[in-house]
């Protein structure tokens, strides 16, 4: 069986700028959110039969106390924002498990939730459904992977390997020393790609790496080694600081525990308040999706993918 984990602000984003804008009789600009909804009702019409979705509820979190430029709510439209409580209201009310993070972020949510379900015998795979980098270092060989939902691209181990020329576990380490500026910090000045995988990829973490680059055991030049060692001095408790930040906090209790984790997900149909949502989106066609989704799934019963 499998279990599906969506980045729900990613999809949200996307949609805002992929899909055209819609504003209801009220007003209200609503057309990311019953996009993300057509969405996710088709994960459901291919097959999917849990999904759980995390939410940056504000955006803002402790990351920002930590970094003054990390990411924030500063630029996003405001009728994007507006959005973020309607849309994880209207997952609730479709039936969805939702995860609204405020001191936390969704990437957290999404490696907690990864993690717990990893442990369920019944889950044959954990996909975590977002483009986001940061999230490699959640993957654990293919049983927990990463899914660009809009390539149809899978990110496994080999993967991320491949990408960063690190194992997941070094993930946050790569990022602190290259930078992310998705999230609003520069990495150490100098330290390129090719130089943090050459190093991270022999010693695995920033903590490892020998203070002097004469003990360095890496394929880089001499006065290549030394510059980025004296900098890597220099800089090192920021580096841990970037580490920090990019490392997804794990919350074992944002599902139940035991097998209630697994069974939590599974969607059995949306709620009675669906439709007025449905009305309030102009979006009838999502009921009737739903009902000819239930009723098939009444005759021939759940797939397990």
Request: proline share 6%.
């Amino acid at each position: 069986m499998k279990a599906h984990v969506v980045d729900g602000t990613y999809e949200l984003f996307r949609h805002y700028h992929g899909a055209p804008p819609h504003e209801n009789r009220a007003g209200e600009e609503v057309g990311a959110t019953r996009a993300v909804l057509g969405s996710l009702l088709g994960m459901l019409e291919g097959g999917a039969t849990h999904i759980g979705v995390a939410t940056d509820h504000v955006i803002e979190s402790w990351r920002n106390e930590q970094w003054p430029t990390y990411k924030s709510s500063a630029g996003v439209p405001a009728d994007l924002l507006s959005q973020f409580s309607l849309f994880e209201e209207a997952l609730e009310l479709m039936g969805l498990v939702v995860w609204p993070m405020t001191d936390l972020e969704a990437d957290d949510a999404l490696a907690s939730a990864a993690v717990v379900l990893s442990e369920d015998p019944r889950v044959s795979q954990v996909l975590i459904c977002t483009p986001d980098k940061d999230l490699g270092q959640c993957v654990r060989g293919a049983t927990v992977v990463c899914l660009d939902r809009r390539k149809g691209v899978i990110v496994d181990e080999v993967a991320v390997r491949e990408r960063f020329g690190v194992g997941p576990e070094s993930v946050p380490d790569w990022l602190a020393l290259v930078g992310d500026s998705a999230d609003g910090f520069p990495g150490l000045a100098g330290w390129g790609a090719k130089a943090a995988s050459a190093v991270l990829g022999r010693y695995g973490s920033i903590e490892a790496v020998p203070p002097v680059a004469s003990a360095w055991e890496v394929d880089l030049p001499a006065a290549r080694a030394a510059s980025l060692a004296a900098t890597l001095e220099m800089d090192y408790e920021r580096a841990m600081l970037f580490k920090k930040l990019a490392t997804c906090v794990v919350k074992r209790d944002i599902l139940p525990p035991g097998g209630a984790a697994l069974d939590s997900l599974a969607w059995q149909g949306p709620d009675a308040g669906f439709g007025v949502m449905c009305d309030r989106l102009e979006a009838p066609n999502l009921v009737q999706r739903s009902k000819e989704l239930l009723a098939r799934r009444a005759q021939s019963g759940p797939s397990d993918s």
